[in-house]
């Protein structure tokens, strides 16, 4: 990188650092060191909410998989406006009124305090290894691109993160979120207008468009159902909607966020916010790895995009073997360069058959040049025996410091960098709180005013600053999981399904009393676990499944036992 994009990438996260300290000055008592003051805006709630989900993975895998895959991930997301207003009529007027800090303190009152800490703890272990994915993608990445340490890279993250999050607790977390999302915005939106502009000049954008739905990357929409197809509607549309209602309704994380809020109002529109900008985002973001795609249509990309195993067949005896297969890739790019820009030139002159022969040529020329990539790629694996065959997360930012102008690249590195930073800082965030009110004030910490003092701020910030060791500790020894995006949402539908199935059970199952639903969740969390062992079932589906196994077993079991009255108080109610 150049001394420019050096000096915009460090002034951009030196702000958020000191924006982060500035704003989250004052939380001198556990309450407000957790709670954040319960003061925020709607506006400030839904930039922090939007802010925790859009990690790093998220641009720098989300490209990668427009690139490899089409569009059709954005389905992924079709749940969450259903989800939200869900959410705001039934979860978030609860929460408000009964004044909690965490989603689980719910479930003591309706339950008793196993089921509780169950759910407490199915959190803490999915999201603490989440956040180690979140810091360790990027770190990756950059180490391998930009050939620094892996782990510097970690240690930069984590450790800037932790100076305002572990100090300023869920405010500072908040006002940090807000300028890292300008960031974000500003370096993706930048890449995209240029990664247009960079296209050859006779090709306008709605011909880029063509030529990617001429090659399978527009396919955002897929109505065809199959339980075993990852992305369609109906995944999205059933099992995202169940997923979103977990996330957004029960995952601490993004509870804290709308926990913060001056009152209901403002928490409700501030999840609505991020539900109407949460689609639109990840569909522009995905319209930009499409992009990408036909740039390199007309551009010649190389066969692997991660260059560490590269360098590495290069330097052994298979060097001439894969010099071999990289001119015969080199020849068909060319050949696949020529039949787009005929592609384009048939668009222009307006015959349909010419379009529709060379949509057929270019494509066929596309095939072949994929086939010689495998070649180079079984090469690598074959030279490195466990290599990961799939480059998606090195796709993007291989493009952006290949093709970007100087100052932008820091830009977009920056943004790369800040969201690994405010999905971070928000989910340790949220653990460190679970482990607060969860463990330490049920289990240990005593009487319910101990944490206004400064005592169990300082609690508050030790359980934090344990949680980012954890999560970069994770990051250290994480393995490579082909695409981050779709890893970090395998993992969290491993344990949603399960948790939103204990809080469907605790406000609509009135039979149900505590050890049922404890024993029922136990029993339904290894069956979501051995449908992801043996079967091939889409993921999305884990979080349909898990809830309904544990809303049915607890009722069946509730069968056994006699009727028991529901605790006095508002949840009851």
């Known amino acids: 990188m150049s001394r420019l994009d050096w000096l915009v990438l460090g ?8 924006w982060g300290l500035w704003k989250g000055r004052g939380a001198t ?14 506006w400030l709630i839904g930039l922090s909410i939007i802010a925790t989900q859009t990690s790093a993975i998220t641009f720098l895998s989300t490209p990668g998989q427009a690139y490899v895959d089409g569009m059709r991930f954005v389905q992924f997301y079709f749940g969450l406006p259903l989800a939200a207003v869900v959410l705001s009529v039934t979860l978030l007027p609860l929460y408000h009124r009964l004044k909690v800090s965490t989603a689980y303190e719910l479930l003591e009152a309706r339950f008793d305090l196993k089921t509780r800490l169950l759910a407490a703890i199915l959190f803490l272990i999915q999201r603490g290894l989440a956040v180690g994915l979140t810091i360790f993608a990027p770190a990756l990445v950059l180490s391998v691109l930009l050939g620094w340490s892996l782990h510097v890279n970690i240690l930069i993250v984590g450790l800037l993160v932790m100076i305002y999050t572990v100090t300023g607790g869920t405010r500072a977390v908040a006002w940090a979120h807000s300028s890292q999302m300008v960031i974000i915005a500003c370096g993706m939106l930048l890449a995209g207008i240029m990664t247009a502009h960079r296209l050859p000049a006779d090709v306008s954008f709605g011909d880029a468009l063509h030529v990617a739905g001429g090659l399978g990357r527009l396919n955002a929409i897929d109505t065809h159902f199959d339980p075993n197809n990852r992305y369609n509607l109906w995944s999205g549309l059933i099992g995202g909607f169940f997923l979103m209602l977990s996330y957004f309704g029960t995952d601490q994380s993004q509870v804290q966020r709308y926990l913060a809020g001056s009152d209901l109002t403002q928490s409700r529109l501030g999840m609505l916010l991020n539900a109407m900008i949460k689609v639109p985002m990840q569909f522009l973001i995905l319209l930009l790895g499409a992009l990408v795609f036909v740039f390199y249509q007309f551009h010649a990309p190389p066969i692997f995009f991660n260059p560490g195993p590269v360098k590495q067949v290069l330097a052994g005896p298979d060097a001439a073997a894969y010099r071999a297969i990289e001119a015969k890739f080199a ?15 048939a668009r222009h002159r307006g015959d349909a058959a010419s379009i529709a022969e060379a949509k057929h040529q270019l494509s066929q020329s596309h095939a072949e040049s994929e086939a010689i990539r495998r070649e180079g790629i079984a090469l690598i694996e074959k030279a490195n025996p466990g290599t990961n065959p799939s480059d998606t997360n090195y796709i993007f930012l291989a493009y952006v410091l290949s093709s970007l102008p100087v100052g932008l690249v820091g830009l977009v590195i920056a943004a790369v960098f800040s969201g690994s930073m405010s999905s971070m800082s928000g989910e340790i965030s949220a653990l460190g709180a679970t482990t607060v009110v969860d463990l330490w004030r049920r289990l240990i910490g005593g009487s319910q005013g101990q944490h206004e003092g400064r005592g169990e701020v300082w609690v508050g910030r030790l359980a934090t600053f344990a949680w980012g060791c954890f999560a970069m500790a994770f990051a250290e020894y994480a393995a490579r999981l082909g695409s ?4 970090v949402n395998i993992l969290g539908s491993l344990f949603y399904g399960t948790i ?14 505590g050890g049922t639903a404890f024993y029922a969740a136990l029993v339904a969390e290894v069956g979501v676990l051995a449908c992801f062992k043996f079967t091939a079932i889409s993921f999305l589906w884990y979080n349909l499944i898990g809830c309904v196994a544990v809303v049915a077993l ?11 009255p529901l605790p006095e108080g508002e949840l009851a109610g």
């Not at 939103?500 to 009393?513: N, S």
């Not at 607890?554 to 028991?564: G, K, R, T």
Request: overall charge positive; proline content about 3%; charged content about 20%.
């Open 484 to 487: 981050l995006i779709e890893a």
């Open 554 to 564: 607890a009722w069946a079991f509730s069968l056994f036992q006699p009727p028991q």
């Open 29 to 42: 008592t556990g309450e407000s060191y957790i709670g954040g003051g319960r003061d925020h805006r709607w």
């Open 331 to 345: 020849q068909a790019r060319t050949d696949q360069s020529q039949k787009a820009e005929a592609y384009v030139s």
């Open 500 to 513: 939103l199935g204990i809080f469907i059970t605790a406000f609509y199952v009135k039979r149900v009393r």
């Open 11 to 18: 002034g951009a996260l030196l702000f958020v650092v000191l």
